[in-house]
């Protein structure tokens, strides 16, 4: 078909301005249209998990975790989830929330040099609609290393040219001790022995006077500590005295003890005066023998003083004192009562048997604990036991005592609970 050139002018002309009409709302008609259409939602975003720097910390200090900058852009974040991923074992409190905490972990010490040790924690958050992220942290813990303590051992005595021992078994540390050393700081000078170990020994000169020794040790982290020990080499013996209690009843037994036994020259003798009267008790002990023991019994009440004299093989000797009292034993007894729950209108049998201790003769004395009198009683001189009988007529519960009294007024009592129950009509028939 021939088309005239006017005719093709003017259709190229509409075509082209219902296109460029069509171009500019073509975008607005599509937009309405997606707005306009049902069940069409943006797609949802996953939460940011941040954990707040966390500075290098020592160990066994609190540790404060915080998430709280961890966000969502459609919400409150929905819930949080602390772990450990690396590292020694820790407890996290507060897992499930934005602040949690734990105490940083004690950092096993061995025979090296102590390192610090890292933790991995990750915290992992969720929004509403379960999405989740998650993000990781590394906490270094620095190690605390405590001096070690020297302990060089307690001052002690020898007598001359003998073999003695310094010992350091009583060091300690956070970790471990991995040198000793012993030096000689004060006296005459003798030759040492083992000085590089726990346990170093030497021969004391032949002459008295005292030797003074310094002990250093060095832990796994290399920090040292020092203590010294004061040797005296002594002609004339010496020992620790002890007794076994300072206070004792009358017929009990005590026991006294020369121990730690060193100077003069060996061997030693031992006796122990007990200061009342009777005859000591006197040991020669064995050459190598540097402890004894006796045991005394007092008959009398008092003060008395036992004495220690020690002696050794050219007699040289040396005392020591110790004062003691002898005291009355405690009243004692033993009481029965023959039933502790009663009819109303029964009677009791109570007793106080086997009295002893104190000084006698002896009152006995009985509150039954209903209102009726009390007894008393005086218990003749040999007599050890005293009995009596009451019948509780008011059903109730009651504290029955009695009390045992010395002429000295020292005192011994009991209290034993009496219930008295009604009579049973049906029991009489």
Known sequence: MFLSPKFQVGFYSLVTTKTRYLNLFW??????????????????????????????????????????????????????????????DITITNADSANAGFTAPTIVKTNKPT???????????????????????????????????????TDKTVAPNTSSTL????????GQIVSVAWKQIAGAKVKLSNANKVEASFTSP???????????????????ATDTVTIDVSNTPT??????KTTVAKGTTLTATAGSIAGGTEPYTVIFDWGDGTAPDQTALASGVTSDSSSHTYVNVGSYTATLTLTD?????????????????????????NNTVILAGDTVIAAAKNISG?????????????????????VVAGITSKSATHSYSTIGEYALKITITDSNNVTKTFTVPVKVEATDPLGLC
Request: net charge neutral.
């Open 167 to 174: 010992n350091g078994s009583g060091s300690t540390d956070d």
């Open 206 to 224: 032949p002459s008295a006077g005292s030797l003074q020794f310094q002990l250093t040790v060095t832990d796994n982290d290399k920090k040292k």
């Open 358 to 378: 104190g000084t006698g003769p002896y009152k006995v004395k009985f509150e039954w604990g209903d209102g009726a009198a009390i007894e008393e009683y005086s």
């Open 239 to 244: 020992a620790n005295f002890d007794l076994d």
């Open 27 to 88: 975008p607005i008609v599509m937009s309405c249209l997606l707005l306009a259409a049902p069940g069409v939602e943006a797609a949802n975003k996953k939460p940011k998990a941040v954990i707040a720097k966390i500075a290098a910390i020592n160990e066994g200090e609190l540790v404060s975790l915080d998430g709280s900058g961890s966000s969502d852009k459609e919400g409150p974040v929905a819930s949080y989830h602390w772990e450990k991923l690396k590292g020694p």
């Open 115 to 153: 390192k610090p040790v890292k933790l991995t924690i990750k915290l992992n958050v969720k929004d509403a609609d379960n999405a989740e992220s998650s993000k990781t942290a590394v906490i270094t813990v620095k190690p605390v290393n405590a001096d070690p303590i020297a302990n060089a051992g």
């Open 313 to 337: 093989k050219n007699g040289s000797s040396k005392s020591y004192s110790k004062n003691l009292s002898v005291t009355l034993p405690p009243v004692s007894a033993e009481f029965t009562l």
